[in-house]
């Protein structure tokens, strides 16, 4: 007779699947708990990366670490300077004007600054011939930096006394043909919407509300043109960048393009950071290896990148590439670690901490070269040893589950120890990315604004203008003023020496005297 008391064959294998079923569904638990986290922290918590070295008194982890890693050298002199600053009241110029029927319509609250354009046959030896019989005027939108204002041309319309001809002095030239944009307006437009990201809808609205009537589809016209005429100089730009030693790449999602009806692509910015501080955001439909072929082609230097597994592949194609990683993703995996293992976490974010520490002591002294390798290797080199001995430590814990966050973080550097200890070799390459993510910025900033790119073309025209627009903030060039000057140059300005517009060659050669507006000129009486 079976015994009732002991389970059969196939009850004790539902009793093992069972289990087996509750072990997973406890792993999908803890996994989808974590994700929550993460999320939340996203929405709700700090968004700085900052780690606080102090100690903790209810936990000795960060003690015991701290204690066992070389001390930092200090610096000899650290002189702190406070700077000041005056901040001048803002003036407007309020003049009153009549409109016309040119095709700029505007109301009377708008200023109108008249500009008189001489009349050659009035200054010449046959000045007698000609006589003043009436004005034409020409009207052009400018922008000044907090208000709008119109210019008023007058030209004198001549009657040759002898002939009886009437001549009427040419209008000057602008910078788009059979345009009522001046220059100055040109540059305010890109300026509010790629680096204060003001959408063009809002920037025509503004327009309206100051009394100016502007189609929207014509302001799109004047940003396409505009930046049409600075591609060569953002290619020229890319040109240089790609001659550098070390490179830093990486790529950040935009919607661009209209997929089907209700949606849009999902393409991809890829921002190549050159070493002599300049950006060139390259544009992708997708994020494929095929992009990195197109961009970088026989490129031979030191790439550094994130750990997205592309650059890898890509690397394995090109072995005269040097291939190096970025520290702070690989510290992101143990931040994100730190609510199922704090203790671990906290130890791991201190050594991290504490080459970062080296890297801002190497920066304190003006380090470069031999010096700078020199110090990495008697002293960041050490750290990252320890790091690593910690994790082969924690690798071998019974607990330690594979799918948790803190085994993801652990294999992450583990299986990159090569790529991230690039940087100990070679005194050139950071150990972070943090440079060129400052830089990207900007495309998240204004996706939260303008949102997407109607087109492909509308997307790559943004990386132009990105790429011109950010040298030009790493390089401390005015925007104005650069785009002002270039706009207007870039007509008359010799082909082959188109790389003397870009902004890092741009503040040497022309920032002291750069071509002005007709409204600046206008207002300083030029």
């Not at 994700?35 to 936990?59: A, H, I, V």
């Not at 001048?88 to 095709?103: H, I, N, V, Y």
């Not at 939108?141 to 006394?161: C, E, F």
């Not at 972070?432 to 830089?439: F, I, P, V």
């Amino acid at each position: 007779m079976q015994n009732l008391q002991s389970p059969s064959f196939n009850e004790s294998n539902d009793i093992q699947a069972l289990l087996q079923c509750n072990a997973d569904l406890q792993v999908k638990v803890e996994s989808l708990e974590q994700q929550l986290l993460w999320f939340k922290r996203q929405l709700f918590g700090e968004k700085s990366e900052k780690f606080d070295m102090t100690d903790n008194p209810y936990q000795v982890t960060i003690a015991d670490v701290l204690k066992d890693l070389p001390d930092v050298p200090k610096l000899e002199n650290e002189d702190r300077q406070t700077v000041t600053y005056q901040r001048g009241k803002a003036k407007k110029d309020k003049l009153e004007g009549t409109p016309d029927d040119s095709g700029l319509r505007f109301d009377e609250s708008v200023p109108v600054e008249e500009i008189k354009i001489s009349s050659p046959e009035l200054e010449g030896p046959d000045a007698d011939r000609y006589e003043i019989i009436d004005y034409k005027n020409t009207y052009r939108l400018a922008k000044r930096p907090d208000s709008y204002v119109v210019l008023k041309y007058i030209r004198a319309v001549l009657k040759d006394k002898s002939s009886q001809k009437i001549i009427t002095v040419a209008a000057p030239e602008n910078v788009l043909d059979k345009s009522f944009a001046d220059v100055s307006f040109l540059a305010g437009l890109l300026i509010d919407k790629f680096c204060y990201h003001l959408p063009l809808y809002r920037q025509h609205q503004r327009l309206e509300q100051n009394g100016i009537k502007v189609a929207r589809s014509t302001l799109t016209n004047l940003v396409k043109r505009s930046i049409e005429l600075l591609h060569p100089i953002a290619q020229a730009q890319k040109d240089n960048i790609l001659i550098s030693r070390v490179l830093a790449m990486d790529e950040t999602p935009i919607k661009a393009g209209k997929k089907q009806k209700g949606k849009l692509n999902r393409a991809y910015f890829w921002p190549i950071y050159g070493e002599q501080d300049e950006v060139c955001f390259t544009f992708s439909n997708n994020r494929s290896m095929r992009h990195l072929d197109e961009q970088l082609g026989d490129y031979h230097g030191t790439l550094l990148t994130d750990g997205y597994g592309v650059y890898a592949k890509y690397q394995k194609k090109k072995p005269d590439l040097i291939h190096a990683q970025c520290w702070v993703h690989a510290r992101r995996y143990f931040e994100r670690s730190t609510e199922s293992e704090p203790d671990a976490s906290a130890a791991a974010l201190t050594y991290i901490a504490r080459l970062f520490t080296l890297e801002r002591q190497i920066k304190d002294q003006q380090m470069e070269g031999a010096e700078k390798q020199h110090y990495r290797k008697a002293h960041s080199k050490p750290v990252i040893d320890a790091f690593y001995n910690w994790c082969h430590e924690q690798r071998q814990r019974i607990d330690l589950v594979n799918t948790s966050p803190l085994s993801k973080a652990l294999n992450y550097v583990i299986k990159r120890r090569t790529e991230l200890t690039v940087y100990l070799n070679d005194p050139q390459v950071p150990m972070d990315t943090n440079h060129l993510e400052r830089a990207l910025r900007v495309i998240p900033m204004g996706r939260k604004n303008w949102m997407f790119c109607w087109t492909e073309i509308g997307a790559e025209q943004v990386g132009i203008i990105q790429s011109l627009l950010v040298t030009c903030k790493l390089h401390e060039v005015n925007f104005y003023d650069y785009l002002v000057d270039v706009l207007q140059r870039i007509s008359c300005h010799p082909a082959s020496k188109v790389n003397e517009l870009t902004p890092r060659l741009w503040k040497v050669k022309f920032a002291n005297n750069p071509m002005r507006s007709d409204l600046i000129k206008q207002h300083h009486g030029e």
